[in-house]
């Protein structure tokens, strides 16, 4: 890829890159953490993840404010535009993956020692689909690959159905044993919470796709030739 | 002696050169007019201006030759100024620049350098003997337009070329056509340069004497030109005339003759000066 | 190229190029270009140093060819007729199709009022009853006129950069052209003077035909409608201004305006 001329410029826009990719790393593993901090009832575990949580503030921060810099300085256009922008919108939608990671984990830490009824396997599958969607879209991101980034974006339909058989799972399971209803209820937040990441990541893929393209395929109905490239 | 010193005395020096090549000619000059100045100023008076030369030195008067003097600048400049705009315009503005032009060019400069006598020898034969025009004011005339035509040509071009060329650029984006651009914009912006050539032009004329007496001008002339294609005189050979009379009295004559002929030229300067001034004033440069 | 832009309810086109090559002596400068300049609206320009924006710009009122050496051959047409048909008087041509420059130049011996009208007065086209009235338009359609318009008599050489650039084109505004070139008009000129120009082209644009030739690409990307941009003499693409800084269609467009080049 040719330089930018400026390597002033060049230089922001790979600190800015850099930050976007360890955001997503450390969202990823919160993610996977805080599921099995879940599963496995690991309290100390859950903590570990939640504190991870400021980090990923901090970076959003960063990368808001280095983003305002590029701006304001060399005004950007067409797909450094693009990419500056991108980032203002990758970090809201990382930054809430991150909170709903510590969501999960408080509950974690609130149900310890309590018996469950899980949906163990679908909670299990969704996780793994969410988190590489995530990983999907930081893939698709870096490469600049928009046939990833669709296929990430066909991937949230899976999640969907998941996520409603597990509800109908839970809600059948909460019929027949009513004494754990508080625990029905929570396992229904969590597979909600695992919908929505699934949901960022989704925004996260349309994002890359307006990057790479110039098309913004947000709020549109899936574009019949993504697919081929 | 350190360099700091070293490098001032040299500037110093260079500075009394440059002073010394300046102020040792013009003293020399000085000199020179103020020696001619005090051998020629008793002698000059109206009788001097206003009468005829004669064999007798103090009866002798210098007025066919300012007269003649005069005839020939006015109808020299006539002459010259129009053909030499005329054809540095041309040159500069109309033709295609190119080996041609540059040919031209080289050749205009080195006629600017050709001595005087040729062209008299010129003139005699083309102006006075092929054209029939005798020994007159006109050929005088034509011959001394021949000599100072480089000097206004190859000066015009010069003015012109300083007219800057974004001017000519706006007048062609508003639609302007050559010579309306030429008229308008260039020859008002160049004319300061111009009139520099016509003293340049007038300051060579005035103090030709070899061409003159060539083409025919009279030595002792007791009457006044009455027209272009009477015989005339002009001062430098009136002077010439009265320096190679043995009579210490005619030397007078002569030293009061250059004094005249130096005061006719600067009043001619002069006017050409002040009149160039007012133009630059409004030019705006 | 035309085909994304046809989707669009288009202006109508003032100035049609066709195939333009052009020449300095063997160096060859324009290869042919072809592209169509919308009416009453601003079309910049770009491209780096020696890419023949300056020479496409001064083709399309023929004073490319007042350079000893120059060439050109192909069609531009104006309002459908071509104007280097021979019956053509390129004379005429520039009184419709005018231009302001790089480096403001006002004729210097002349007052205020004087070069507004001289663009008349040199084309022997100026009546003295109407001369007041010219010059208040055309001062007006400058946006000069209220600082000017009690000291219509100071020489035109004594206001700032910016008032005088603004004078030029008050000047070509007398002479009532349809199109209006502009060659980096504002590159001699300070950010504050710069952008009294862009707001004034924004201005003109309603009434007139306006092509900018700018080394700026900012100033491209606020002050025009479309954009061409050139790269060694070709026309590498022309889209509306608004695509081609968001999202250009050629990967070269792409490097020039993020500067990706050299």
Same mark, same amino acid.
Request: a neutral charge; aromatic letters at 6%; hydrophobic letters at 45%.
């Given at each position: 890829?040719?330089?930018?001329?400026?390597?002033?410029?060049?230089?922001?826009?790979?600190?800015?890159?850099?930050?976007?990719?360890?955001?997503?790393?450390?969202?990823?593993?919160?993610?996977?953490?805080?599921?099995?901090?879940?599963?496995?009832?690991?309290?100390?575990?859950?903590?570990?993840?939640?504190?991870?949580?400021?980090?990923?503030?901090?970076?959003?921060?960063?990368?808001?404010?280095?983003?305002?810099?590029?701006?304001?300085?060399?005004?950007?256009?067409?797909?450094?535009?693009?990419?500056?922008?991108?980032?203002?919108?990758?970090?809201?939608?990382?930054?809430?993956?991150?909170?709903?990671?510590?969501?999960?984990?408080?509950?974690?830490?609130?149900?310890?020692?309590?018996?469950?009824?899980?949906?163990?396997?679908?909670?299990?599958?969704?996780?793994?689909?969410?988190?590489?969607?995530?990983?999907?879209?930081?893939?698709?991101?870096?490469?600049?690959?928009?046939?990833?980034?669709?296929?990430?974006?066909?991937?949230?339909?899976?999640?969907?159905?998941?996520?409603?058989?597990?509800?109908?799972?839970?809600?059948?399971?909460?019929?027949?044993?009513?004494?754990?209803?508080?625990?029905?209820?929570?396992?229904?937040?969590?597979?909600?919470?695992?919908?929505?990441?699934?949901?960022?990541?989704?925004?996260?893929?349309?994002?890359?796709?307006?990057?790479?393209?110039?098309?913004?395929?947000?709020?549109?109905?899936?574009?019949?030739?993504?697919?081929?490239? | 002696?350190?360099?700091?010193?070293?490098?001032?005395?040299?500037?110093?020096?260079?500075?009394?050169?440059?002073?010394?090549?300046?102020?040792?000619?013009?003293?020399?000059?000085?000199?020179?007019?103020?020696?001619?100045?005090?051998?020629?100023?008793?002698?000059?008076?109206?009788?001097?201006?206003?009468? @005829?030369?004669?064999?007798?030195?103090?009866?002798?008067?210098?007025?066919?030759?300012?007269?003649?003097s005069?005839y020939l600048i006015v109808l020299t400049a006539a002459i010259a100024l129009p053909i030499g705009v005329g054809a540095a315009l041309y040159l500069e503005e109309y033709a295609k620049k190119g080996r041609l032009s540059s040919l031209i060019e080289i050749n205009i400069a080195n006629l600017a350098g050709v001595p005087s006598i040729i062209y008299g020898l010129l003139g005699l034969g083309v102006f006075v003997r092929v054209l029939?025009l005798?020994r007159s004011l006109l050929a005088g005339a034509l011959t001394m337009a021949l000599l100072v035509l480089p000097i206004v040509v190859m000066v015009t071009r010069e003015s012109l070329r300083t007219v800057?060329?974004?001017?000519?650029?706006?007048?062609?984006?508003?639609?302007?056509?050559?010579?309306?651009?030429v008229?308008?914009?260039v020859l008002?912006?160049a004319f300061p340069g111009i009139l520099t050539g016509a003293i340049l032009a007038v300051s060579r004329a005035i103090g030709e004497t070899a061409p003159l007496v060539a083409v025919g001008a009279?030595?002792?002339?007791?009457?006044?030109?009455?027209?272009i294609?009477?015989?005339f005189?002009v001062l430098p050979i009136?002077?010439?005339?009265?320096?190679?009379?043995?009579?210490?009295?005619?030397?007078?004559?002569?030293?009061?003759?250059?004094?005249?002929?130096?005061?006719?030229m600067?009043?001619l300067n002069?006017?050409a000066?002040?009149?160039r001034?007012?133009?630059?004033?409004?030019?705006?440069? | 190229?035309?085909?994304?832009?046809?989707?669009?309810?288009?202006?109508?086109?003032?100035?049609?190029?066709?195939?333009?090559?052009?020449?300095?002596?063997?160096?060859?400068?324009?290869?042919?270009?072809?592209?169509?300049?919308?009416?009453?609206?601003?079309?910049?320009?770009?491209?780096?140093?020696?890419?023949?924006?300056?020479?496409?710009?001064?083709?399309?009122?023929?004073?490319?060819?007042?350079?000893?050496?120059?060439?050109?051959?192909?069609?531009?047409?104006?309002?459908?007729?071509?104007?280097?048909?021979?019956?053509?008087?390129?004379?005429?041509?520039?009184?419709?199709?005018?231009?302001?420059?790089?480096?403001?130049?006002? @004729?210097?011996?002349?007052?205020?009022?004087?070069?507004?009208?001289?663009?008349?007065?040199?084309?022997?086209?100026?009546?003295?009853?109407?001369?007041?009235?010219?010059?208040?338009?055309?001062?007006?359609?400058?946006?000069?006129?209220?600082?000017?318009?009690?000291?219509?008599?100071?020489?035109?050489?004594?206001?700032?950069?910016?008032?005088?650039?603004?004078?030029?084109?008050?000047?070509?505004?007398?002479?009532?052209?349809?199109?209006?070139?502009?060659?980096?008009?504002?590159?001699?000129?300070?950010?504050?003077?710069?952008?009294?120009?862009?707001?004034?082209?924004?201005?003109?644009?309603?009434?007139?035909?306006?092509?900018?030739?700018?080394?700026?690409?900012?100033?491209?990307?606020?002050?025009?409608?479309?954009?061409?941009?050139?790269?060694?003499?070709?026309?590498?693409? @022309?889209?509306?201004?608004?695509?081609?800084?968001?999202?250009?269609?050629?990967?070269?467009?792409?490097?020039?305006?993020?500067?990706? @080049?050299?």
């Amino acid at each position: 890829m040719t330089l930018h001329t400026d390597r002033e410029l060049n230089h922001q826009l790979e600190v800015l890159r850099g930050r976007l990719l360890r955001m997503a790393g450390l969202v990823e593993t919160m993610i996977d953490d805080s599921v099995r901090a879940l599963m496995e009832v690991n309290v100390e575990l859950a903590r570990q993840t939640i504190a991870r949580d400021h980090q990923v503030n901090r970076i959003e921060v960063e990368t808001d404010e280095q983003c305002l810099l590029i701006i304001a300085r060399w005004q950007p256009v067409a797909s450094d535009l693009r990419f500056v922008t991108l980032a203002l919108k990758m970090v809201t939608d990382l930054e809430r993956i991150g909170d709903l990671a510590v969501n999960i984990c408080e509950r974690a830490i609130d149900l310890a020692g309590r018996p469950a009824i899980w949906p163990w396997d679908e909670v299990q599958e969704m996780t793994n689909i969410a988190r590489g969607m995530v990983q999907g879209s930081v893939d698709a991101f870096v490469k600049g690959d928009a046939v990833l980034a669709q296929s990430v974006i066909d991937q949230d339909d899976v999640v969907d159905d998941l996520y409603v058989q597990a509800f109908q799972h839970v809600l059948s399971t909460m019929q027949e044993h009513h004494e754990d209803l508080p625990g029905g209820i929570h396992a229904l937040s969590v597979l909600k919470w695992l919908e929505r990441v699934a949901d960022h990541a989704t925004n996260l893929s349309e994002l890359v796709v307006f990057m790479v393209k110039g098309k913004d395929i947000r709020h549109m109905a899936r574009d019949p030739h993504i697919a081929h490239g | 002696m350190s360099t700091v010193t070293r490098r001032k005395i040299a500037e110093r020096s260079f500075f009394i050169l440059c002073a010394s090549a300046i102020v040792i000619p013009l003293g020399v000059l000085a000199l020179l007019l103020w020696d001619v100045g005090r051998d020629a100023a008793p002698r000059i008076d109206v009788q001097f201006l206003t009468s @005829f030369p004669s064999r007798k030195a103090a009866l002798a008067g210098i007025l066919p030759a300012i007269v003649g003097s005069l005839y020939l600048i006015v109808l020299t400049a006539a002459i010259a100024l129009p053909i030499g705009v005329g054809a540095a315009l041309y040159l500069e503005e109309y033709a295609k620049k190119g080996r041609l032009s540059s040919l031209i060019e080289i050749n205009i400069a080195n006629l600017a350098g050709v001595p005087s006598i040729i062209y008299g020898l010129l003139g005699l034969g083309v102006f006075v003997r092929v054209l029939g025009l005798g020994r007159s004011l006109l050929a005088g005339a034509l011959t001394m337009a021949l000599l100072v035509l480089p000097i206004v040509v190859m000066v015009t071009r010069e003015s012109l070329r300083t007219v800057p060329g974004h001017l000519r650029e706006a007048a062609w984006g508003l639609g302007a056509t050559r010579w309306q651009i030429v008229r308008q914009i260039v020859l008002p912006q160049a004319f300061p340069g111009i009139l520099t050539g016509a003293i340049l032009a007038v300051s060579r004329a005035i103090g030709e004497t070899a061409p003159l007496v060539a083409v025919g001008a009279l030595t002792y002339m007791t009457f006044l030109p009455d027209g272009i294609d009477a015989p005339f005189t002009v001062l430098p050979i009136q002077i010439f005339n009265w320096v190679s009379r043995p009579q210490e009295a005619f030397l007078v004559n002569a030293a009061a003759g250059i004094a005249v002929l130096m005061a006719t030229m600067l009043l001619l300067n002069s006017v050409a000066i002040y009149l160039r001034n007012r133009l630059q004033h409004q030019t705006g440069r | 190229m035309t085909a994304a832009l046809a989707s669009q309810r288009l202006p109508s086109t003032k100035i049609a190029v066709s195939s333009v090559h052009a020449w300095f002596g063997s160096n060859h400068v324009l290869k042919d270009v072809s592209l169509n300049f919308p009416e009453k609206s601003v079309t910049a320009i770009i491209g780096p140093s020696g890419c023949g924006k300056s020479t496409l710009l001064r083709s399309l009122n023929r004073m490319h060819e007042l350079v000893e050496g120059a060439r050109i051959s192909g069609n531009i047409l104006l309002d459908g007729k071509d104007i280097y048909d021979p019956g053509v008087d390129p004379v005429l041509l520039r009184r419709r199709v005018g231009m302001v420059f790089q480096k403001p130049n006002p @004729f210097p011996s002349m007052t205020i009022r004087e070069n507004v009208l001289s663009g008349l007065k040199l084309t022997g086209r100026l009546e003295h009853q109407s001369s007041d009235d010219i010059v208040r338009r055309a001062l007006r359609g400058a946006a000069l006129w209220d600082e000017v318009k009690d000291r219509l008599h100071s020489p035109g050489i004594s206001l700032s950069g910016g008032q005088q650039q603004r004078l030029c084109i008050a000047r070509s505004l007398a002479v009532r052209p349809d199109v209006l070139l502009m060659d980096e008009p504002c590159s001699a000129l300070d950010p504050i003077a710069s952008a009294k120009i862009e707001d004034l082209i924004h201005t003109l644009s309603a009434d007139y035909t306006i092509v900018i030739v700018t080394h700026n690409m900012q100033q491209a990307a606020r002050v025009s409608n479309y954009t061409a941009f050139m790269l060694h003499g070709e026309l590498v693409e @022309f889209s509306k201004t608004d695509q081609l800084f968001t999202a250009p269609r050629d990967p070269r467009t792409e490097d020039y305006i993020t500067g990706k @080049f050299g």
